[in-house]
């Protein structure tokens, strides 16, 4: 749902987003091919579909971080990043599918000449778990993709609706153990086969820059998250109205309940819940446009006067009453409607 009301589909911008991602991906496969076939020693021998395997194994490791960065630097730098992630379930999906095809050509070149089933000798070939040298890193692949597979079947809004914000949500949180276990996966698949310390290292620079992406996102929101404490009547103090961008909002966080977004619209002003119904996304960071809020993760949209969404749509968020004192806002956080989930 976009801000003209209309379900957002196959528009120029998902066009150019996709056909652009496609490309690099395509690039990426060709450059590591390409690079891979020059720098090769010539005493060692390595055919093009073990390139191939490499290939499509990196590619989709650095999507993985790709999708893991985009998060954090929306909220650090929302300017250049929302545009990413307005189409990260894209992104999620081609990661699965390029790990998928890295998956089949691993298990089919080094699996399926065997008598056993190529999946079943996959799993079963190497019991050395309590090891490190010579771990069987496959499985942790396995359950990598397992993981990654539920989340792309999961990506529609078909299941944001019917599973809830919440579940979904949840559900797709598991892309952080999914990481883990493909760290895991290169760290002790490398350590196998490769004497130069190159995988190691871009394995710990990868995870280093995205710990370090959401820990500053964390810090950051956490200064936003200061408890604001009622006044003896319970109304709590949001600020001056001209400290407040018209059309936008200050997040407000009430000793318990949900985040306030409390919105100037000339001199009016309006307090709705903080959290999207569509994948919770922050409503306070967004803006008002045609009059009605504007969710600034996928458009989704509420009238501000009562927290429903434009006809035809049904969604609803909680709105708060406000008042205007000598120039000074304030809101009471007690939602306004009977059904105040987020």
């Avoid at 490499?54 to 650095?62: I, N, S, T």
């Avoid at 396995?142 to 993981?147: D, E, G, M």
């Avoid at 949180?173 to 995988?199: D, K, N, R």
Wanted: net charge neutral; aromatic share 10%.
């Amino acid at each position: 749902m976009g801000h003209v009301y209309k379900n957002v589909q196959w528009t120029p911008f998902k066009k150019a987003y996709d056909l652009g991602f496609a490309a690099g991906v395509v690039a990426f496969i060709a450059v590591f091919v390409a690079a891979s076939l020059v720098s090769w020693p010539a005493a060692q021998t390595i055919s093009i579909p073990q390139i191939l395997i490499r290939a499509f194994g990196a590619c989709a490791f650095g999507l993985l971080h790709v999708i893991l960065l985009i998060g954090p630097l929306a909220r650090l730098a929302p300017q250049a990043f929302l545009p990413l992630l307005y189409n990260r379930r894209h992104l999620g999906v081609a990661c699965f599918v390029v790990a998928l095809a890295h998956a089949a050509l691993a298990t089919m070149w080094y699996h399926g000449f065997s008598d056993l089933n190529p999946l079943v000798s996959l799993l079963a070939s190497n019991p050395r778990y309590a090891a490190i040298n010579g771990f069987p890193f496959e499985a942790l692949g396995v359950a990598a993709l397992l993981i990654l597979f539920v989340m792309a079947a999961t990506s529609h809004d078909f299941w944001n609706a019917n599973l809830g914000p919440g579940v979904w949500k949840a559900l797709h949180m598991a892309v952080h153990p999914a990481y883990a276990l493909l760290a895991g996966h290169v760290l002790l698949g490398a350590l196998q086969t490769e004497q130069a310390p190159l995988y190691a290292g871009l394995t710990g620079a990868g995870a280093a820059l995205v710990v370090a992406a959401h820990l500053a996102a964390g810090l950051r929101q956490m200064r936003k998250d200061r408890v604001q404490e009622p006044l003896s009547d319970a109304w709590i103090r949001v600020g001056a109205l001209a400290d407040i961008e018209d059309k936008r909002a200050v997040i407000v966080t009430p000793p318990s309940g949900a985040q306030i977004a409390v919105f100037r619209d000339g001199e009016t002003v309006h307090a709705i819940s903080n959290y999207c119904r569509h994948q919770g996304g922050p409503l306070g960071e967004g803006r008002i446009i045609d009059g009605c809020v504007t969710c600034p993760w996928h458009g989704f949209q509420y009238r501000p006067e009562d927290g429903r969404s434009p006809p035809p749509y049904a969604e609803q968020v909680p709105i708060f009453r406000t008042r205007l004192e000598q120039g000074i806002v304030f809101v009471h956080p007690d939602p306004e409607f009977a059904d105040a989930r987020a």
